[in-house]
Structure formats: C-alpha cells, structure tokens
C-alpha cells in the first residue's frame, strides 16, 4: 500500500485505511476523508508540506505528517 503523501500531482487515489488513532484520525474524517473516498491531488508544495487536494468537492490543504498516516490505492 502507498500513503497519500506518496501521490503524484494529478493522480487521484482511493483512501484504503486510516492508521492513527484518538483525536488526529477523528480530525481527519471530520473533514470528509473516510475509506473508499476518491482523492485529487492538486498540489504539493515545493518542500512537500503542505498537499492540497479535492474530496468530496471541495479543496483541502493536509500538513505531510496526516498525509503520512492516510493509506491509498490508485483509482
């Protein structure tokens, strides 16, 4: 499995699993990324942190450290 900070700009990937637990993972899926939801990756700044994405039809900017613990698969 590939962690979403892997994900190239312009793919979009389907969430797997969300490692983590207690307040973090909760965060995570307050904000509409649960499992089986398709990701757009739009941007990754120039140091990697931070990426922006589109879920559910919106744009989000994720610090690389959540991204690290958001497992995907390509769509």
Do not use: C, H, N
């Not at 965060?27 to 559910?56: C, F, H, N, Q, S």
């Not at 989000?60 to 390509?74: T, W």
């Amino acid at each position: 499995m590939s962690r979403l900070r892997d994900a190239k700009v312009g793919q979009t990937v389907s969430v797997t699993k969300i490692d983590g637990e207690g307040p973090v993972k909760k965060r995570i899926m307050d904000m509409g990324i649960t499992k089986g939801v398709e990701l757009y990756i739009r941007k990754v700044a120039p140091l990697g942190d931070p990426v922006e994405i589109t879920v559910r039809g919106y744009e989000l900017s994720l610090r690389k450290a959540d991204a690290d613990i958001i497992e995907v698969s390509p769509v």
